[in-house]
Nanobody
Framework: QVQLVESGGGLVQAGGSLRLSCAASGGTFSVMGWFRQAPGKEREFVAT????????LYADSVKGRFTISRDTAKNTVYLEMNRLKSEDTAVYYC???????????????WGQGTQVTVSS
């Protein structure tokens, strides 16, 4: 049974940083990614990573501020978020799948989400 458990969310002031973690169990996955969903909005792509660190993709809105990485030995993906803005406030979801894609439908399993709130 596949399980994805996110952690690291919280309340932070604008300009601050947070680091999200997502530990996967029940399988190994070629692609691990992060999405987010703000109240009243659709779930949107944030970042995704393949086996190689060179195989990463970011949403334009987070490029240069967020960094995705993974520890294959721990089957864990991370999202380092810097220079946070109020518009980054959302529930952040971890997802795993088989290809580097931005569409949520390309991902097979999802975590329950962790809340990130950025106060201005």
């Amino acid at each position: 049974q596949v399980q994805l458990v996110e952690s690291g969310g919280g309340l932070v002031q604008a300009g601050g940083s947070l680091r999200l973690s997502c530990a996967a169990s029940g399988g190994t996955f070629s692609v691990m990614g992060w999405f987010r969903q703000a109240p009243g909005k659709e779930r949107e792509f944030v970042a995704t990573i393949g086996w190689s660190i060179s195989n990463r993709l970011y949403a334009d809105s987070v490029k240069g501020r967020f960094t995705i990485s993974r520890d294959t030995a721990k089957n864990t993906v991370y999202l380092e978020m810097n220079r946070l803005k109020s518009e980054d406030t959302a529930v952040y979801y971890c997802a795993v799948g088989g290809s580097i894609r931005v569409a949520p439908s390309a991902y097979d399993y999802w975590g329950q989400g962790t809340q990130v709130t950025v106060s201005s």
